[in-house]
C-alpha cells in the first residue's frame, strides 16, 4: 500500500518541537480571571458554617463560591457515553467533602497572587468525621461517604451507596466448586494492586469564555470534548447548543483526561460572572485531586488437570472505588472480558467484584482500564501452577490460549474471536529473549541473580455496540483535503495515523491532508480518544468518508470531462482517462465547484459514521529480565523483549513508540509507583519527590516485534495498541523476580523490601 504500514513523523511534529503554542496554556486569554480551589484538609467531613464575607473584601477578588452557590443536579466527571454506567454522585461544589484535597471553594480574583492571599481569608467550619480508608471496612462502615438521597443511575450497578457499595458485579458460567473438585491441580491466592497516578506531562487546565453569541466556550487539555460539553449542559443546565468545547493539543493523558477534572468549575464561574476564567492545576492538585487507577486486592483459583489444561478460574476483587464511582463499573467489567477469554478451555467461570466508597482520591481510567489489574493476579496464578505442574510455562500458556474461531465462557452468545497470531507472537518473543536456550535463573556473581519471566495480555479495540465515530473529509478550494474528527490526538500520533488511513484511499501525498480535530462547534461526534478506540473505530469511519469522497469527486470528474465515471482513474491529485485522451487536476477542479452556481456546483465532502458489534482484542506477549542485589533486594530491569498483535500496523514507527511507553508505565507500577495515604487519609505521594515514576535509566533496554494478523471487521485489518501495550510488565517482572531469587512479591509495587524479605534464605547475601 502507499501510505498504510509507513513510518511517518507526526503531523504536528514541527511546531511542537519549535516550541509554536500548541497547549491549552498557550492560548489562557491575558484577561482571564484566576481560580484558585480551597480544598479540604480532612478526609471526611460535613461543612457547617463557611464565611467568605472577608475573602471578597480583598483587593482584585472578584467572586467567591461555595456548595451554596452552586446548582443542584448531580452528575458524573466519567468521560463515556450516554447513557452512563457511572454513578451521578459529584456536584460542582459540595456540602460533604470525601478526601483531602476535595473542593471547599472557588476563589476568583484577578490573578493567582491575589488568589492566593484571599484563600485564607475565608474561616470553614467542619463536622469531621472518622473516614473510610481501610478497604476491609468499608462495606457497612459507620461513616457512610454518600449518606444523600439523590444519587442517580442510569443502569443497575449493583450500587448499595448507604453502605459504601459503589457498584457490584459478579458473572458465574457452570459449577465452579464441582468444577474444581475435579481439578489434579488448584492454585489459589491473594494478589493486590495499588492505585497508580496518571503523572501526564500537562497538568489539568481548562479556560473558558463567553462568545460574541453569548455562548459559553471551553478551551481544555481533555480527551472528551463532547462527554464534557453534555456534562456541563445537565450541572448547569444550559442546552448544549449553548456550549462549545475545543481541545488545543494534550500533553499526555493516558486516561486521567476521561474525567473532567477542571472544566466544570471553569463553566460554572465563567457562566455565572458572563467572564473569562481558567483554573490551572499544579503539580499535588494533579497527583492528588484527579483520578487514580483502582486499588484492588484480589482473590484468585485456578484449577486445571494432569495435562495442564486450566478448567476453572474463580477471580474476585475487592475495589477502592475513592469518593466517587467513576469508571467503577467500566473498569471491573471490562477486566474480566480482557483476562479470562485469555485462557478459553475452561468449564465454570466465575469473575467478580465489589467496588466501595472510601475517602481516598477518586477512581478513574488509567491505560489498561481494568485489564492491568485482572492480568496481574491471573498471569502470576498461571506461572505458579506451571511451577506446581513441572512444566514450561509458555508451553501451558500455548496449550490454553484462545484461537480463532472459538469463544469464552464469558463472552456473548455471538461473540467469538475473530483474528489473531496468537500462538506465533508467543513463538517470537521465545526466540527474541532466547527462552528455550537459556537458563531462567542463574547467578550473574557474587552479589546479583538473573532471572527471565513471562506473561500474557489481551485487550480490546473501542467499545462494542456502543461507541460510535463519525469523521468528515473535505475538498477545499486548493484540491487540497481537511480531515475533521472529535478523537483526541494526545501524543500518540492518531491524527498522522487516521491522515495515512485516509490518504490510502485518496491517493494523495499526505503533506495534501491537514486534520483538525476535536471542536464540538466543528467536527462531527466522536466519543473521544479512550478505550483504544481511536484507530479501530474512528479509523474506520476515516476510511469510509475517504471512499464516498473520492466517488463524489469521480463523478464530479466525469461531469466536467463528459465521460462515464468507470472510465476514470484518480490517483488524488489527477484524474486521467482510462485511454490517455482526456486529463484534470482536482487543483483545476476544486475552485471550479466553489465559485460557480448551478446544480453540479458546491463543496464535495465525504461523511461516515461507524461501530462495531465487536471489539477484538489486540494480544501481547512479553518476556521480562531482571537482576535482582542479593543484599538489598533491589531490582534492575535488563531486557524486555515484546511481540504485539496489533492487527495490521499503519504506522510502525508510531506503533513502536507505543509500546515502549506503555511497557515503562507498567515497569513503573511493577517496581516504583504507589499511591500512599496517611493515617488520617492525607495523601503522601503527591508530588514527583515521593511519587516515583521510572526514568530512561530505570527501564532496561526494550525489544519490540509485531505480528501482524488481519481484522475482517475493521479498516485495512488494524486492531488497537495503545492499551495493551501496559498490561505484561508487572506479571513478568514479578515471574522474572521469583525465577532469580525465589521471591513470590504478590503486592505491588515490588519494592526491594518486599523482594529480600521474601527471598529465598540460600541466596541472601
Known amino acids: 500500500m502507499k501510505h498504510v504500514g509507513k513510518s511517518y513523523k507526526k503531523v504536528d511534529h514541527k511546531g511542537i518541537l519549535s516550541g509554536k503554542p500548541a497547549y491549552t496554556g498557550d492560548f489562557i486569554p491575558k484577561d482571564a480571571l484566576v481560580i484558585k480551589v480551597l480544598r479540604s484538609p480532612h478526609a471526611m467531613a460535613r461543612i457547617t458554617d463557611i464565611d467568605v464575607s472577608k475573602a471578597l473584601l480583598a483587593p482584585g477578588v472578584e467572586a467567591v463560591y461555595t456548595y451554596k452557590d452552586v446548582p ?67 462495606i457497612d462502615n459507620e461513616t457512610i461517604v454518600h449518606p444523600e438521597d439523590d444519587i442517580h443511575f442510569n443502569m443497575n450497578v449493583g450500587a448499595e451507596p448507604k453502605r459504601n457499595i459503589a457498584i457490584s458485579y459478579h458473572k458465574t458460567v457452570g459449577d465452579v466448586e464441582g468444577e474444581l473438585a475435579k481439578c489434579d491441580h488448584i492454585v489459589e491466592g491473594t494478589y493486590y494492586n495499588q492505585a497508580t497516578v496518571q503523572s501526564a506531562m500537562e497538568p489539568f487546565q481548562t479556560f473558558g469564555y463567553i462568545d460574541a453569541l453569548g455562548r459559553l466556550v471551553l478551551v481544555s487539555s481533555t480527551q472528551i470534548v463532547f462527554h464534557v460539553r453534555r456534562h456541563v449542559s445537565r450541572a448547569l443546565g444550559i442546552p448544549t447548543s449553548k456550549i462549545r468545547v475545543i481541545k488545543p493539543r494534550i500533553g499526555g493523558g493516558f486516561g486521567s483526561k476521561q474525567t473532567a477534572c477542571t472544566e466544570l468549575m471553569v463553566a460554572f464561574v465563567t457562566w455565572k460572572l458572563q467572564k473569562p476564567a481558567v483554573l490551572v492545576y499544579e503539580r499535588k492538585e494533579a497527583q492528588t485531586c484527579s483520578t487514580t487507577r483502582h486499588g484492588r486486592d484480589w482473590n484468585i483459583r485456578i484449577g486445571a488437570d494432569k495435562d495442564g489444561i486450566i478448567k476453572v478460574i474463580d477471580m474476585y476483587a475487592l475495589t477502592d472505588a475513592g469518593a466517587h464511582g467513576t469508571h467503577a463499573f467500566t473498569t471491573t467489567t471490562a477486566a474480566e472480558h480482557k483476562s479470562v477469554p485469555l485462557y478459553n478451555k475452561n468449564t465454570a467461570v466465575h469473575y467478580g467484584s465489589e467496588a466501595v466508597y472510601m475517602n481516598h482520591s477518586p477512581g478513574g481510567a488509567f491505560r ?302 511493577a517496581l516504583y509507583e504507589d499511591v500512599r495515604y496517611s493515617a488520617s487519609g492525607k495523601l503522601e505521594t503527591d508530588t514527583f519527590m515521593t511519587y516515583k515514576i521510572p526514568t530512561r535509566q530505570d527501564m532496561g533496554t526494550l525489544h519490540t516485534e509485531f505480528v501482524e494478523s488481519y481484522e475482517p471487521t475493521s479498516a485495512y485489518g488494524v486492531k488497537s495498541i495503545g492499551e495493551v501495550v501496559i498490561n505484561t510488565a508487572c506479571p513478568s517482572i514479578q515471574h522474572a523476580i521469583k525465577n532469580a531469587v525465589g521471591a513470590d512479591v504478590r503486592t505491588l509495587p515490588m519494592t526491594p523490601e518486599k523482594v529480600f524479605m521474601g527471598m529465598d534464605e540460600k541466596y541472601k547475601v
Open 368 to 669: 489498561g482500564y481494568g485489564a492491568t489489574e485482572a492480568l496481574w493476579p491471573l498471569e502470576c496464578a498461571v506461572n505458579r501452577l506451571a511451577d506446581e505442574l513441572g512444566m514450561d510455562t509458555a508451553e501451558l500458556r500455548q496449550k490454553n490460549l484462545i484461537a480463532v474461531g472459538e469463544q469464552s465462557l464469558v463472552y456473548d452468545e455471538d461473540e467469538y474471536m475473530e483474528s489473531g497470531l496468537f500462538q506465533e507472537a508467543v513463538e517470537k518473543v521465545k526466540k527474541m529473549a532466547g527462552w528455550d536456550e537459556r537458563p531462567h535463573s542463574w547467578q550473574i556473581d557474587d552479589r546479583y541473580r538473573g532471572g527471565l519471566g513471562m506473561s500474557l495480555a489481551l485487550q480490546g479495540s473501542g467499545i462494542a455496540k456502543i461507541d460510535t465515530a463519525s469523521v468528515e473529509i473535505r475538498l477545499g478550494d486548493d484540491g487540497r483535503y481537511t480531515l475533521y474528527t472529535g478523537s483526541s490526538d494526545m501524543g500518540m500520533g492518531s491524527n498522522t495515523v487516521l491522515a495515512q488511513m485516509a490518504c490510502e484511499i485518496i491517493g494523495c501525498p499526505m503533506e495534501y491532508m491537514t486534520v483538525v480535530e476535536s471542536d464540538t462547534d466543528v467536527v462531527p461526534f466522536d466519543p473521544g480518544s479512550y478505550a483504544s478506540s481511536t484507530t479501530y473505530v474512528t479509523g474506520t469511519a476515516a476510511k469510509m468518508a475517504a471512499e464516498e469522497l473520492v466517488k463524489k469527486i469521480v463523478d464530479t470528474f466525469a461531469k466536467f470531462m463528459d465521460v462515464e465515471a468507470d472510465t476514470i482513474e484518480f490517483d488524488g491529485l489527477v484524474a486521467t482517462t482510462k485511454d490517455g485522451s482526456k486529463t484534470m487536476t482536482v487543483a483545476e477542479l476544486a475552485p471550479k465547484l466553489l465559485v460557480n452556481f448551478g446544480p453540479t456546483y458546491g463543496q464535495l465532502s465525504g461523511f461516515a459514521s461507524w461501530g462495531s458489534h465487536t471489539s477484538p482484542p489486540p494480544f501481547m506477549a512479553s518476556i521480562a529480565e531482571v537482576k535482582v542485589d542479593t543484599q538489598t533486594g533491589q531490582v534492575t530491569p535488563v531486557n524486555f523483549y515484546s511481540v504485539v498483535d496489533c492487527g495490521t500496523v499503519i504506522n510502525p514507527t508510531l506503533a513502536r513508540v507505543q509500546v515502549e511507553g506503555g511497557v515503562v508505565q507498567g515497569i513503573g507500577m
Open 72 to 138: 443542584k443536579t448531580r452528575f458524573t466527571l466519567a468521560g463515556q457515553s450516554y447513557p452512563e454506567p457511572s454513578a451521578y454522585d459529584a456536584l460542582i461544589l459540595d456540602e460533604i467533602v470525601r478526601y483531602v484535597g476535595d473542593e471547599v471553594a472557588l476563589v476568583v480574583a484577578r490573578d493567582e497572587a491575589t488568589a492566593l492571599k484571599a484563600m485564607p481569608l475565608i474561616k470553614v467550619k467542619y463536622e469531621v468525621m472518622k473516614p473510610v480508608l481501610d478497604l476491609h471496612t468499608a
